[in-house]
């Protein structure tokens, strides 16, 4: 089986499972942090395994396409191999950084002509082309060609989005039936639930997807811009429908009390910039509430970055000196403090599912949420 459900919430759709791939299993739920261009920015694959304790990582179709591009991915053998990293990768398909790109870039019935945002040098990804790119790749999860649409966003555009994003998915299944994988191990191709905000949208989306018959599913096109409660009400409906056998992934998604109520409707897999992201900007997540290290009421706090923190820099140094480190521009302060919001989210996740697996779940995320809602 390549995922099977150990427990389930008795007040929740939250599951705690296990997704084994050929580069190891993955326990769920989970949140896979982002490796961009083929490295998860600030971090060394040593501290995302032994520190953050991360157990599959993302790589971007876009961006690993256009440097180091496909040909050298496939020299070394892989993105695995070409990072040093024996644990599971998931690579999307491009079409989220196409999505980005509107105002360089025309889709057509065929697929998506683009700009480069490096060098303005043209290209086209078609559903072929993402396949054909994502097996170079080598991701042990990766993921079928779609349209992520804006919000807002109206139904006509939405409905016409839809009807591209499941022909490309037939276009997907089929290119992946007739070209085995190149490296010797198992890839399994997820397709993505579409439809904007509009929930009729959705069903019929995520009734499509779930007639493939693929290995996980995803959605895509929330955490673009909508209110929470619009992402969470999409989400609800969505995974009354995906098949409860198989993995479920919620693209882009999120905030600390996003995950935490995404694991609550059924959700297994999310990924986010945002640990990283917001961690060069100087903003912690911890279990206490969001930090601003940069504020000056830090100056002379010599307390640990996270008193409830898993990480070896959450002991090892203060708020006071990561404080002192942004206000120098060191480096060495955004590395600390990406691998602290890093490791605060495995550990979110870990726990969740610890909740789960004892019957608790629901009561410890509604009186847990507050806290990391705080601003501290």
């Not at 299944?173 to 009729?200: A, M, R």
């Not at 493939?212 to 619009?230: C, M, R, T, W, Y």
Request: aromatic letters at 12%; proline letters at 4%; one cysteine or more.
């Amino acid at each position: 089986m390549f995922f099977t459900i150990s427990e389930t919430d008795k007040s929740s759709k939250a599951r705690a499972g296990i997704l084994k791939t050929d580069h190891g299993d993955i326990q769920t739920p989970i949140f896979m942090p982002v490796g961009t261009v083929g490295t998860v920015k600030s971090v060394h694959q040593r501290e995302l395994k032994d520190d953050i304790k991360a157990q599959i990582i993302l790589g971007n179709t876009y961006h690993l396409y256009l440097r180091p591009g496909t040909e050298i991915l496939h020299k070394a053998g892989g993105l695995h191999k070409f990072i040093n990293w024996d644990s599971p990768i998931l690579t999307d398909s491009g079409g989220y950084q196409v999505f980005s790109l509107s105002q360089t870039r025309k889709i057509q019935e065929d697929g998506v002509k683009f700009k480069s945002h490096i060098d303005g040098s043209y290209h086209f990804f078609s559903p072929e082309k993402s396949m054909e790119i994502q097996r170079y790749i080598g991701g042990d999860i990766f993921m079928a060609f779609d349209e992520c649409t804006p919000y807002p966003c109206d139904y006509s555009y939405a409905k016409n989005s839809l009807e591209i994003t499941h022909k490309w998915l037939k276009r997907c299944v089929k290119w992946c039936d007739e070209n085995p994988e190149l490296y010797g191990y198992k890839q399994h191709l997820f397709p993505i639930v579409q439809g904007s905000t509009y929930g009729d949208l959705r069903k019929q989306s995520a009734e499509f997807i779930s007639s493939i018959n693929a290995d996980g599913n995803a959605i895509g096109g929330l955490s673009v811009g909508e209110p929470e409660e619009e992402m969470y009400r999409i989400t609800d409906i969505v995974t009354d429908i995906l098949p409860k056998n198989k993995p479920r992934y919620l693209m882009g998604v999120g905030t600390p009390w996003n995950i935490l109520e995404s694991i609550s409707l059924g959700i297994d897999m999310m990924d986010c910039v945002m640990p990283t992201r917001n961690a060069r900007n100087g903003m912690l997540f911890t279990w206490n509430g969001v930090i601003n290290i940069k504020n000056k009421k830090w100056q002379d706090d010599f307390s640990p970055l996270d008193e409830d923190g898993t990480a070896f820099v959450d002991k090892e140094y203060s708020k006071a000196y990561l404080r002192h480190l942004f206000a120098a521009n060191e480096f060495l302060g955004k590395q600390i403090a990406s691998i602290h919001n890093l490791a605060f989210y495995l550990d979110l996740v870990t726990v969740a599912r610890k909740h789960i697996l004892e019957g608790d779940f629901n009561s410890w995320k509604n009186s847990t949420i507050p806290k990391l809602r705080t601003r501290l």
